[in-house]
C-alpha cells in the first residue's frame, strides 16, 4: 500500500518552502544527478508559478505544484515523474515550452507533453452526458481512452495526484465549481485509481467528492464517527501489531495489512445493505494474507480466541465460493476498546484472484461490464505498479531508474482507437479504423455519404488511421453510396461499417453489379490465364451455381481478384479449333442491345458497353473490341488497356463512333491538385455543383501543403467536361485541375 501526502489547503506563504524540504528528503534515495534535477525543474516552477493562481481553487500555483510533486514522490515514482509533476503547467505559460525545457530529456518532455494532451480532453464537459442512457458508456470510453491516450502509465499517476491535490483545495471554489469538478473526479478519477491499485488515490478522491456532492450525507457520518481519522489509524495499527505477533507464536507465515474505512464507502455500504451505521462492523478492516487453506482456518480460530465473535457475521467463501469464484473467510469480532471490526482472511492466491482475475475487486465496486482483454490489462500495471514497490525499496540504492521507466511504458491498448466528434463526444473504434469507421459508427447514412473528413481541422485522405484523440469530422454529398474500392483497398476496419457496405452493394442493381464484376473477371483473366478457357468451371470451383453469380460476387467486393486468379490457374485451357472472328461474333452481338448509341461501322443497335478503365465521354475518340460473349467494349483511343488487349487480339478491333445516347451521362475521372487549406474540399465541391455535375466518388490525400483531391463525376458530354475544368482551375488554391490519363 502506498502512502499519501496529505497537504494544507489554505494559502500559507510559508508552505511552498515547507513542502519543498520534505521533497527533498524524499528524493534522497535518488542519486546526486536526478536530485539537481528535480530541483531545476522546482526552480523554474518558482519562477513561473509564483504570481499565478490555480485556475479552479483560486489557490498558489507553485503552492499546488509542490504538494503535488511531494504526493508523486510517496507513490514512489521516478525522479522524472517528480520532475514532470513540478513543471506540470509550463505549456500553459511558456509558447516554446519545449525548447526552454530542452536540457531535461526527451523523457521528461514527452511526460509533459502526454498530461497535457490528457488536461485537454473534454472529459465530462459535452452536452452528450445530458443523455442518462448514454453516459454511463461515454464515462466507461473516457476512463479507457484516458489509459489509452498516455504512452506513459506514469502520466495517468501524475493527472490523478494533481487532482487529489485540487479536491483538497476545492473549498475555496464557487458551488457550481464544486460540483462539476466533484462529479468528473467520482466518475472518471476515483475508478482509475482504483483500477490502477492505487487505494489510498482512490479513497481520498471518494471522500473528497462526496463532500460536495452529498454535502448533508458527509457530515452526518463524520459526526457519527466517533474518532478522527487519525485515532482510527492509529486503532488498526494497534490491531496488526497484535495480530503479527500471534501469527509469529502461532509459526504461521503471513501479511497483515488493514485501514478503516473512508466516508464515502461507508455510505455506500449502508445504502446497498440497508443498513444504519451502528449496524456496520467494518467501520474498522483487517486483511490476512497466509499461503495455505490450513492457514486460514488456523488464523481464524486465533483471532475468535483474541475477540468475541459478533454472531451471524461468519461467512466462509472458501468452502462456499461466490458466483464470481470470490474467496475468503470474512468475520466481524469485537476488537480491542469494545468497537466492532472485520477480518478477512484469504490465500495470497485467493488474493491475486481476487484483485486481478475474474473477481476483480473494481467490478463489483463499480458494476463494470465485463471486458476480459481490458481486465487483463489492469491487471498488468497493477502487477507493475507492485512490482515497481519492491523495487523501489529493495534497490534504492542502485540506478534501476532508466530500467522501470522502461516497464512503465504503455503499449497494451493499441487494439482500440478512441477519437471525438466535433461535439467531443469519444468514439472506440477498432486500432487503424479510417474516418470511414468513423462515420458508419455515428449513423449508417452518413457512412454511406462520405466522401472526405477533417482531422483536427485538417483535411486528410480516407484511408487515414485514426489516432487517439484525433477530432473527426465527416465531409459528406447529399447523397450516393459507399465504394467498392472501400473494400477492396482494406479502408474499413470495423465489423460494422464493412457489414453496411457489403449490405448496399447487394441492394444495388444486379444487372451493375454483375457489368462491374465482368470488367474485374476479365481483367484478371488477362493477367492469369489469357487462353480460352470453360468460365461455368471456375464458377462451379468457386462454388457458384452460374456464372452471372460469380460476376456478381466479384462486383461487391465478396470475391476478391487473387482467389479468383488462383481458381483460374487450376482450370486448363480449352483447346479451340473454330477460327472466332470479329464480324462473326458482331453479328451474333446484333441480338440485343443497350441502345446506348454506338455505331459499330455505321450500324447501331448493337450490344455495347463503355469500358470502364478509360471512361470514354461522348466527343472523345474511341474504339471497340469485340469480347467473348459480353458484347462490344467501347475504350479511348490510347486507352494502355486495349493496347495490351489488341497486342494479343488484334483481329478484335473494330471501327466505333458516337451516336445518340438515350442516357447522356458519362462517368469521368478528375485530379485536382492544391496548396491545402482550410475549406478547401468544400469550395471544389461547390464548383461541382454549380455545373451540376454528380460526384460518384471521391478520395483526398493530404502532405505536408499540398493536396491531392481525385473525383469520379458524371458528365453529358466533352463540352461540359472542358467547363468544368475551367472552373476548377478558378478555385483560389487549386494548381492543377485535369481529366485523370488513361
Not at 599 to 619: Q, S, Y
Not at 626 to 655: M, N, P, W, Y
Request: proline fraction near 4%; include cysteine.
Amino acid at each position: 500500500m502506498v502512502s499519501v501526502a496529505h497537504p494544507l489547503a489554505n494559502a500559507d506563504a510559508q508552505l511552498p518552502a515547507q513542502l519543498m524540504a520534505e521533497l527533498e528528503q524524499l528524493c534522497a534515495r535518488f542519486d546526486g544527478t536526478e536530485q539537481r534535477t528535480i530541483r531545476a525543474a522546482a526552480d523554474i516552477a518558482k519562477a513561473l508559478y509564483q504570481a499565478r493562481l490555480h485556475p479552479i481553487t483560486n489557490l498558489p500555483l507553485l503552492q499546488h505544484a509542490m504538494a503535488t510533486a511531494v504526493m508523486v514522490a510517496n507513490l514512489k515514482l521516478d525522479h522524472e515523474a517528480i520532475a514532470a509533476t513540478l513543471l506540470f503547467a509550463t505549456p500553459d505559460y511558456l509558447v516554446n515550452w519545449e525548447e526552454t525545457l530542452a536540457d531535461f530529456g526527451p523523457d521528461i518532455l514527452r511526460l509533459i507533453d502526454g498530461i497535457t494532451k490528457v488536461r485537454q480532453l473534454p472529459l465530462l464537459a459535452g452536452d452528450h452526458l445530458a443523455d442518462p442512457k448514454i453516459a454511463s458508456r461515454q464515462i466507461e470510453i473516457m476512463r479507457k481512452m484516458m489509459l489509452a491516450m498516455v504512452e506513459d502509465v506514469r502520466v495517468v499517476l501524475i493527472k490523478l495526484s494533481w487532482r487529489a491535490q485540487t479536491m483538497h483545495g476545492l473549498k475555496y471554489a464557487d458551488a457550481d465549481t464544486q460540483r462539476f469538478v466533484a462529479r468528473e473526479t467520482m466518475d472518471l478519477f476515483a475508478p482509475l485509481a482504483n483500477r490502477l491499485g492505487v487505494w489510498q488515490v482512490k479513497w481520498e478522491l471518494e471522500d473528497l467528492s462526496f463532500r460536495y456532492l452529498e454535502p448533508d450525507r458527509y457530515k452526518k457520518i463524520a459526526s457519527l464517527l466517533d474518532e478522527k481519522r487519525l485515532q482510527r489509524e492509529a486503532y488498526i495499527t494497534e490491531v496488526l501489531s497484535l495480530l503479527r505477533k500471534e501469527l509469529a507464536d502461532a509459526g504461521i507465515e503471513g501479511d497483515v495489512a488493514g485501514r478503516p474505512k473512508h466516508i464515502y464507502s461507508i455510505w455506500r455500504k449502508m445504502q446497498k445493505k440497508r443498513l444504519e451505521f451502528n449496524e456496520l462492523y467494518d467501520i474498522r478492516a483487517v486483511r490476512i494474507l497466509v499461503h495455505s487453506i490450513k492457514d486460514c482456518y488456523s488464523v481464524l480460530g486465533i483471532v475468535h480466541h483474541l475477540w468475541r465473535p459478533i454472531p451471524g457475521q461468519f461467512d466462509d467463501y472458501i468452502s462456499h465460493p461466490k458466483g464470481n469464484f470470490y474467496r475468503s473467510l470474512h468475520t466481524a469480532v469485537i476488537g480491542p476498546q469494545e468497537r466492532g471490526m472485520e477480518v478477512q482472511i484469504r490465500t495470497f492466491e485467493m488474493h491475486q484472484h481476487a484483485e486481478m482475475g475474474v473477481a476483480a475487486h473494481w467490478r463489483y465496486k463499480e458494476g463494470g461490464h465485463q471486458d476480459n482483454g481490458y481486465e487483463e490489462k489492469i491487471a498488468w500495471l497493477r502487477q507493475l505498479l507492485a512490482w515497481r514497490d519492491e523495487i523501489s525499496q529493495e534497490n534504492a540504492e542502485q540506478d534501476t531508474q532508466p530500467e522501470i521507466a522502461e516497464q512503465f511504458k504503455n503499449e497494451l491498448f493499441q487494439d482500440t482507437v478512441y477519437v471525438l466528434t466535433p461535439q467531443g463526444r469519444v468514439v472506440d473504434l477498432p486500432g487503424g479504423a479510417s474516418p470511414i469507421d468513423f462515420a458508419y459508427h455515428l449513423h449508417t447514412d452518413l457512412g454511406h455519404r462520405c466522401r472526405g473528413a477533417k482531422v483536427n481541422g485538417h483535411i486528410v485522405p480516407l484511408s487515414y488511421a485514426l489516432q487517439n484523440g484525433d477530432r473527426v469530422e465527416i465531409l459528406a454529398a447529399k447523397d450516393g453510396g459507399p465504394s467498392l474500392d472501400w473494400l477492396r483497398h482494406g479502408m474499413l476496419k470495423s465489423s460494422k461499417a464493412i457489414a453496411k457496405v457489403r449490405q448496399w452493394l447487394k441492394q444495388q442493381h444486379q444487372d451493375v453489379l454483375i457489368e462491374q464484376g465482368k470488367q474485374l473477371f476479365e481483367k484478371t483473366r488477362l493477367k492469369a490465364h489469357p487462353g480460352p478457357m470453360e468460365l461455368e468451371k471456375i464458377a462451379e470451383k468457386l462454388n457458384f451455381r452460374k456464372l452471372d453469380d460469380l460476376y456478381a460476387a466479384l462486383g461487391r467486393g465478396e470475391l476478391g481478384p487473387k482467389l479468383l486468379s488462383e481458381a483460374m490457374q487450376e482450370i486448363p485451357q480449352t483447346p479451340t479449333s473454330i477460327e472466332v472472328t470479329a464480324e462473326a461474333l458482331v453479328r451474333e452481338s446484333r441480338v440485343s442491345s443497350h441502345q446506348q448509341g454506338i455505331l459499330i461501322e455505321g450500324v447501331d443497335n448493337l450490344m455495347t458497353m463503355l469500358a470502364k478503365c478509360c471512361k470514354p465521354v461522348k466527343g472523345d475518340a474511341v474504339v471497340g473490341f469485340v469480347t467473348r460473349g459480353r458484347g462490344i467494349s467501347i475504350h479511348r483511343q490510347g486507352c494502355k488497356t486495349l493496347e495490351r488487349l489488341a497486342a494479343k487480339d488484334a483481329e478484335r478491333l473494330i471501327s466505333a463512333n458516337w451516336g445518340e445516347f438515350k442516357d447522356g451521362r458519362f462517368p469521368v475521372d478528375i485530379l485536382v491538385e492544391a496548396q491545402d487549406r482550410p475549406g478547401l474540399l468544400r469550395d471544389v465541391s461547390e464548383a461541382f455543383s454549380r455545373d451540376k455535375c454528380h460526384i460518384t466518388a471521391a478520395q483526398t490525400l493530404s502532405r505536408n501543403t499540398e493536396a491531392s483531391l481525385r473525383f469520379t463525376v458524371e458528365i453529358m458530354d466533352h463540352a461540359q467536361l472542358r467547363q468544368i475544368l475551367a472552373h476548377l482551375a478558378n478555385v483560389p488554391g487549386v494548381t492543377k485541375a485535369v481529366r485523370r490519363s488513361i
